[in-house]
Each structure stands twice: as C-alpha cells, then as structure tokens.
C-alpha cells in the first residue's frame, strides 16, 4: 500500500464526514511517524473552503487512484466481459495539526524532492525568496491514518493467468515501469 501512495500520490481529501462534506484533490506525501504510525502529510491553499474543515481531531477519508483502465475481452483467449483494472485505496485518518511557518517552508522543498524525483533536475530551495511572498497563503497538516485498504482489480477470480494479461494492459497503457508494482499486487493478493 505504501508504494502505491508514494507512486500516486494525488488524492481525494474528503472532510465534513459529520457535516457539510468538502472534497479536494492533492498530493500527500506518506511517512510513518512516531511508533510505526502511516502519516500523511499535504498543504492546500488557505482559500479553500476544505480549510475550516481541518481542524485537530476532525475525521477525514481520502482515497488514492493508481492505475486504471478499461478491459476488453479481446484481451483474453476465453470468454469475458468488458470491465475495468484498477488500484486504488482508501481509508480514513484523524488530522493531527497544522503545519505553518518554517515548517511548512521544508515540508514543501520536501515535496518538490519527492514528487519530482527522478525525471526533474529542479529542486525547490528552502531559501527561495518566493516563500515571504505566498507562505501566509498556505496551509499545511497532517493525518494521522487510523484505516486503509487496497483493491487491485486485476483479474477478479480468474486466476494468475489472467491477472498476468490484465497487468501487462494495464501498464503498457498506463506506465511501462509499473509492471514490477502490479506484479508485487499480484503476488501479495493471490
């Protein structure tokens, strides 16, 4: 579960669980905190309505959509219907704090490390001058992740076979260099 968030780690943030429910989508970066605890940690615009909503304590749910794409049944040698591969989890948590500040200042080079690792050469400075100017416009938290879980729908109950021909779609339409992801999916889900 953790390689998935850390190779789709845009999400569906979804607050107001008791209330009027907000949704954004962001990316949140994944570590474990304190004790073996999975945290996320994510920053939105201050402007967004979903802020209110981020309070200490306040339940969250969020989901994480890996690979997906349609099936034909022309991909396989017996008889099937269409359907759709995917990867996703979901789960919930409780927000932990606010990030601000110096910080949020370094969790943001942070993020610019991580999600532009390997492909980009450009790193964000945590003295860029950038920061006077829009730090007071962002909001940074965390969430402590009390549930998850995955769904790889890769074959369904059709066996190994077919789970092998549903991976190989999916990544030749998706990525190339998720075949070794999808085939540890495979693996750990039977």
Request: glycine share 10%.
């Amino acid at each position: 579960m953790h390689r998935v968030i850390n190779t789709y780690p845009l999400a569906t943030l979804v607050s107001g669980l008791r209330s009027a429910t907000e949704l954004s989508l962001l990316p949140l970066m994944l570590d474990i905190g304190p004790g073996g605890t999975t945290m996320l940690t994510g920053r939105m615009d201050r402007n967004n309505p979903q802020v209110k909503q981020l309070k200490p304590g306040e339940g969250v749910a969020f989901v994480f959509n890996g690979p997906n794409a349609y099936a034909s049944p022309d991909l396989y040698a017996d008889t099937h219907l269409p359907g759709w591969l995917y990867v996703t989890l979901q789960g919930v948590g409780t927000i932990g704090r606010l990030i601000e500040g110096d910080e949020l200042i370094a969790m943001l080079c942070e993020a610019s490390r991580r999600f532009g690792e390997p492909a980009q050469e450009f790193l964000l400075g945590c003295d860029d001058p950038r920061f006077s100017l829009l730090i007071n416009a962002i909001v940074g938290f965390e969430i402590e992740v009390t549930e998850i879980s995955g769904i790889a729908k890769l074959a369904q109950d059709k066996g190994p076979e077919h789970a092998r021909i549903a991976c190989n779609h999916l990544a030749e339409l998706t990525d190339p260099n998720l075949a070794d992801l999808l085939d540890q999916l495979v693996r750990n889900t039977g």
